[in-house]
């Protein structure tokens, strides 16, 4: 589980720093808060108490997606390195100094019982790391496993993590080489040497949980795992979607020939490319979900899913069905995985989504993934589900850009107000900040302002 950001430096989090010169990060966390509401979705980690759940609020433009984009983006250096990666414009603009400002991520999470911090440093201007620590955070103190800094090759490490000698020698040369390289992080030198000792667990295992356990989703995002789903007869599946209205009573997978297939892309090449590919699996090509397989003689077999509504006598594919319906579709993975420990960032999940459709969604998640350990957050509009019957106080985040361009980010824990509050209406009335504030619009046509003339 996530348990908490912090952000330095990045597109709308500014740069700032104490008087000691200690950089001052913006965070935005799932620690529960003081709330008794809804005890069941705390999960506790010794003196730890994590939320499953957070939702961010503010007007556009605020800083939400840029949230969003900056985890985003500091796991996409931890699995691909800044080599060729364009991110020389994305420190804070709102002082021009900042482009010689380091930019900070750093990420608090849960693998299994343990806690762990890790972080990093970037020049993104230069597009160099500058340094990377990993801890593990305890209940009274936290151990440093590792500290890098690249100026100077500096470096310290814990030595009793390492049970045989040539191992602790072998981290001295990975320290060594991650200094050397400047795009790259030591966590992706060990994964990409395929270091499988038990010595080496820890950061593979860290380096995982970047891969598969932290999952971003951007409403332009199209089904991504979601398309797993519907490989077998799932009847879980079919009731999720009745459930949330969608009007699909089922789906198949229904048989095409070659020529069929071939008609879906321009160049039959292209359609050959997929078909030689070895192996079962599932493809998205434009609006249609394919299965590849092979029959019982060893021949390509092709497929494609398709969705029966009611009693209609023909059948519908992906492309066909609403836009929300498609978002749902693309969204089902967070509902309905069986892994542990995932992490789903969603921005804007009400994008074509009805309002009540959007609360149904989260309540819907709650209620599947009671007890385990899967985690949701998302940024949206939908005021509605700011409500302290469905949400925690602490779970309501809220986004605002400052007079300096810069974002803040706060929680409703902030405020004192009773459990029987209408939060919504509050919210929107300013009281909480974070909401659009319009200027008189008189003048927009240039001229005098315009008067209402009677006839």
């Given amino acids: 589980m996530l348990m908490r950001f912090s952000v330095s430096n990045f597109m709308s989090f500014g740069y700032k720093t104490t008087e000691n010169g200690e950089v001052l990060p913006t965070e935005y966390h799932f620690y529960a808060g003081r709330s008794e509401q ?19 609020y503010g007007a556009n433009a605020s800083g939400k997606t840029n949230l969003i984009k900056a985890i985003d983006t500091g796991r996409n250096i931890v699995l691909n390195t800044m080599e060729e990666r364009d991110y020389q414009d994305k420190f804070c603009k709102s002082n021009q100094t900042n482009a010689e400002k380091p930019t900070l991520f750093e990420y608090e999470f849960t693998i299994g019982e343990n806690c ?17 620590w990993l801890y593990e955070i305890g209940t009274a103190e936290e ?14 490490f814990e030595e009793t993590m390492f049970q045989k000698e040539e191992n602790k020698a072998q981290f001295h040369f990975f320290m060594k080489d991650a200094n050397r390289i400047p795009t790259t992080l030591l966590l992706y030198e060990i994964k990409r040497r395929n270091m499988e000792e038990e010595d080496f667990r820890i950061f593979n295992e860290i380096f995982d949980w970047f891969s598969s356990k932290l999952n971003v989703i951007y409403p332009e995002t199209k089904i991504g795992n979601s398309y797993l789903l519907f490989e077998s007869n799932n009847k879980k599946l079919v009731e999720i979607l009745k459930y949330l209205d969608t009007g699909i009573t089922d789906y198949k997978m229904r048989t095409i020939n070659k020529a069929a297939f071939q ?15 070895q192996g079962k699996g599932m493809l998205y090509f434009g609006d249609t979900l394919f299965e590849l397989d092979y029959d019982e003689a060893g021949d390509r077999k092709i497929s494609k899913l398709v969705f029966q509504h009611g009693r209609d006598e023909e059948q519908y594919e992906y492309g066909e069905e609403s836009d929300g319906t498609k978002r749902l579709i693309e969204l089902l993975d967070v509902i309905l995985n069986e892994k542990e420990d995932r992490v789903f960032l969603i921005d804007e999940l009400d994008r074509s989504l009805h309002p009540q459709m959007t609360i149904k969604f989260v309540e819907t998640f709650l209620n599947f993934t009671k007890g385990d ?12 589900l700011m409500d302290l019957r469905i949400l ?18 706060y929680t409703l824990e902030n405020f004192k107000i009773r459990y029987d509050k209408v939060v919504a209406k509050d919210y ?28």
Avoid: C
Wanted: charged share 35%; glycine share 4%.
């Fill in 38 to 56: 809804h005890k069941e979705r705390v999960i506790r980690y010794k003196e730890r108490a994590v939320l499953k759940f957070s939702a961010l």
């Fill in 116 to 132: 762990f911090a890790y972080g990093f440093t970037a020049h993104l201007k230069e597009n160099r790391i500058l340094s990377e």
């Fill in 143 to 156: 151990r440093v496993l590792f500290e890098r800094v690249a100026e100077g090759a500096q470096y310290y």
């Fill in 263 to 277: 008609e879906y892309f321009t160049d039959e090449t292209i359609a050959e490319k997929f078909l030689q590919r």
């Fill in 373 to 384: 350990t899967t985690q949701l957050m998302i940024t949206t509009h939908e005021s509605n």
């Fill in 392 to 409: 925690r106080r602490d779970e309501i985040w809220f986004a605002e850009k400052e007079q300096d361009n810069q974002t803040k980010l």
């Fill in 428 to 455: 929107l009335a300013g009281r909480y900040g974070a909401v659009p504030v319009f200027k008189d619009f008189d003048y927009v046509w240039g001229g005098e302002p315009f008067e209402k003339t009677e006839s």
